[in-house]
């Protein structure tokens, strides 16, 4: 059983950065960041693939947000640039544990998750 640890996450003003980081304990594939507000549904942030030429993104963070991966290090990072009031959320780290050339946005398509860690943007 792969374990994922999420760190980073805080209180920033809008219009600031935060780095979120993700170490996994053991081999994964493709890696992804989902957030999730009270009462929504877990939303897709952003994945990368395994050797991590491609990236996918929500529309809502494309241009702002930058997901990469270090294998060596067991590490995901997610940097956050401009960052504005409605990206508060808790935000969870995921991981395929098969092998797949298609970057997927459902989350019941993850098999790891980490236990979050709270992003809070003020205005």
């Known amino acids: 059983q792969v374990q994922l640890v999420e760190s980073g996450g805080g209180l920033v003003q809008a219009g600031g950065s935060l780095r979120l980081s993700c170490a996994t304990s053991g081999r994964t594939f493709s890696m992804a960041w989902f957030r999730q507000v009270p009462g929504k549904e877990r939303e897709f942030v952003a994945s990368?693939?395994?050797?991590?030429?491609?990236?996918d993104y929500v529309e809502t963070v494309k241009g702002r947000f930058t997901i990469s991966r270090n294998n060596a290090k067991n590490t995901v990072d997610l940097q956050m640039n401009s960052l504005k009031p409605e990206d508060t959320a808790a935000y969870y780290c995921?991981?395929?544990?098969?092998?797949?050339?298609?970057?997927?946005?459902?989350?019941?398509?993850?098999?790891?998750w980490g236990q979050g860690t709270q992003v809070t943007v003020s205005s």
């Open positions: 995921a991981a395929q544990r098969v092998l797949s050339f298609a970057l997927d946005r459902n989350p019941r398509s993850y098999d790891y």
């Open positions: 990368i693939t395994l050797n991590g030429g491609r990236t």
